[in-house]
C-alpha cells in the first residue's frame, strides 16, 4: 500500500470510495462536479495499482486546515490504509506550515492516535462559516471536533455568530481517556 496525490481521473474512484459512508450520514455526500473541482485536495491510497481509500486536505489558511472525507473500501478496514493516510495528509500540513489541523469524527479514538485532541467547533470559525452553516445537521451535531496543533486565533472567512448547541469537550476527552485506558 502507498499513498499519492489524487488526479483527476481518480475522482470517480474517490466519488464511490465517500458514497460508501454518506448514505448513513458518515461523511458528508459529495458531488462528481465538486469532487472534479476539488481533486488537487485529495491524496488516494493504493494497493496493487488499485485505490482503496481518499481522504482530503482543505485548507483555510496558515491558520487551519482540515483532514476531511476520509474514506477506506471496507475490505482494507483495518489494515492500516486509513493510518497511511492519515500520515500524509498531515504531512503535507506541515510542508504548508500550517499551525492546526481539525476534523470532525464519530470516532475519536482513532483520530488520538495520531495527537488530535477534541475541541469546540467555536473554536473553528472558517469551519462553521463554510461548511456547518450548509450541513442539515447544524443543530443536531453529533460530530466530535478535533485538532492537532495550535488553535487558531483568526479566521480569514470571518467570525461566527451562529448559535451552535453546547458540546461538553471535557466529558468527550474524560470517555476517550477511560477507553483508551481500558483497552491497555
Known amino acids: 500500500m502507498h499513498t499519492r496525490n489524487a488526479k483527476l481521473p481518480d475522482a ?3 466519488h464511490t470510495l465517500i458514497k460508501n459512508y454518506s448514505h448513513d450520514g458518515t461523511l458528508l455526500p459529495r458531488s462528481l462536479p465538486e469532487l472534479y473541482e476539488n481533486v488537487r485536495d485529495f491524496v488516494v491510497v493504493e ?11 482543505h485548507m483555510y489558511g496558515p491558520h ?7 474514506a477506506v473500501s471496507p475490505a482494507y478496514k483495518g489494515k492500516g490504509a486509513g493510518r497511511i493516510l492519515i500520515d500524509a495528509l498531515l504531512a503535507q500540513a506541515e510542508e504548508h506550515d500550517v499551525k492546526c489541523v481539525c476534523l470532525f469524527t464519530r470516532i475519536p479514538d482513532f483520530f488520538a492516535l495520531f495527537g488530535f485532541r477534541a475541541a469546540t467547533r467555536e473554536d473553528m470559525p472558517d469551519k462553521i462559516y463554510k461548511d456547518c452553516v450548509n450541513c442539515p445537521r447544524l443543530h443536531a451535531c453529533d460530530e466530535v471536533a478535533m485538532v492537532r496543533g495550535e488553535l487558531p486565533k483568526m479566521a480569514v472567512l470571518g467570525a461566527s455568530n451562529i448559535q451552535l448547541p453546547i458540546i461538553d469537550v471535557k466529558m468527550i476527552e474524560k470517555q476517550m481517556y477511560k477507553k483508551s485506558v481500558a483497552s491497555g
Open 12 to 14: 470517480q474512484h474517490i
Open 47 to 57: 494497493d496493487e495499482g488499485k485505490i482503496i481509500g481518499c481522504g482530503a486536505l
Open 64 to 70: 487551519l486546515t482540515e483532514v476531511r472525507s476520509i
